[in-house]
């Protein structure tokens, strides 16, 4: 499946917004740890080994996991500075 880890979550609703048109269930999936809400979350149920793969610099090891990561940052601010 697909797993969004939400470190800010004021950094949420932006999120959701900008994946909108993939339809993405958001479906929370975690417990506390240590009394901190998790926010991880379910996108999408499926088999994305050739998007990892992709994702990864065509890394063949990364569709052929059991974990592959991603990260998304804001840099628009950034880059127009």
């Not at 004021?10 to 900008?18: G, N, R, S, T, Y």
């Not at 909108?20 to 999408?44: C, K, M, Q």
């Not at 974990?67 to 940052?73: C, D, I, P, R, Y």
Request: charged share 20%.
């Amino acid at each position: 499946g697909l797993y969004c880890l939400v470190r800010n979550q004021f950094h949420m609703e932006d999120l959701q917004a900008e994946t909108r048109a993939r339809n993405f269930a958001w479906r929370h999936v975690s417990d506390d740890v240590d009394g901190e809400p998790l926010h991880l979350f379910l996108l999408s149920e499926g088999n994305y080994q050739n998007a990892a793969k992709h994702l990864s610099c065509q890394q063949n090891i990364a569709g052929a996991s059991c974990f592959s990561l991603g990260m998304v940052a804001r840099f628009r601010a950034n880059l127009q500075d």
